[in-house]
């Protein structure tokens, strides 16, 4: 059985193809808000290096957020589009679960933190579990402040993941471990993700594919603030 991975949440886009043997290829660019131009080429260049055609696809997976708006809205479009086009089934994960999987072998608090910007953070905790990280709570946004005074109030070790924790390192460091090395959503984890869940035939439908804005888009805030000068 073999996925395409489709990852595109942040400044980061990427794709991956991956099945029983693991991931075959992928490919990660960061080209500021260039997802819609590099994605098409990029998903062409990894089926190439995997040798895999479109038509051997079993399965589209893709990243559901939360994220910022483009980037995440680019992904999902394609990642639909092709499912629908070859008549495959889809797996949705978030975009917080692909940043804590790689940790997951830490004892520490596993906190995710995604950069929403306009002084924002997309958030959530995990625990290691036997085969991977288990979500202590819902996705949220806040300030980096306050995510910072929840970590102090819990009195726990924590590993703090993501591009959101990297912008604000000062700020955490001072009482927590920031990860360096995992700042973004991967589609390589999103291919091992989402071939686990083809095992056990956890599919949904194209249409039935749901992003995780947690917010509205930036433009329509800042015409709705527009609005009322």
């Known amino acids: 059985m073999l996925t395409l991975a489709i990852e595109s949440s942040t400044a980061q886009v990427g794709c991956a193809v991956g099945g029983h043997e693991g991931v075959l290829a992928s490919a990660h660019s960061a080209r500021g808000r260039h997802h819609a131009e590099s994605l098409a080429p990029m998903i062409e260049f990894v089926c190439d290096q995997a040798r895999v055609e479109l038509s051997e696809l079993s399965c589209v997976a893709v990243d559901v957020g939360p994220g910022l708006f483009t980037g995440l809205r680019v992904g999902v479009a394609t990642a639909t589009a092709m499912a629908s086009a070859l008549r495959v089934p889809m797996i949705g994960i978030s975009s917080l679960d692909l940043l804590a999987f790689p940790v997951r072998f830490t004892d520490r608090l596993i906190v995710v933190a995604i950069d ?30 306050g ?36 700042s973004h959503p991967m589609a390589t984890a999103l291919a091992q993700l989402a071939h686990a869940q083809a095992l056990s035939e956890e599919f949904v439908k194209p249409s039935e594919i749901r992003p995780i804005y947690l917010r509205r888009p930036d433009a329509e805030i800042n015409w709705t603030t527009r609005d009322q000068v």
């Open 116 to 145: 929403a910007r306009r002084g924002e953070l997309f958030h959530a905790s995990y625990r290691q579990v036997l085969g991977g990280v288990q979500r202590l709570s819902e996705a949220r946004v806040c300030t980096p402040e």
């Open 147 to 182: 995510l910072a005074a929840e970590l102090v109030a819990t009195n726990d070790e924590v590993l703090l993941v993501g591009d959101g924790a990297r912008r604000y390192e000062e700020l955490f460091s001072e009482v927590q471990k920031v990860e360096r090395e995992s």
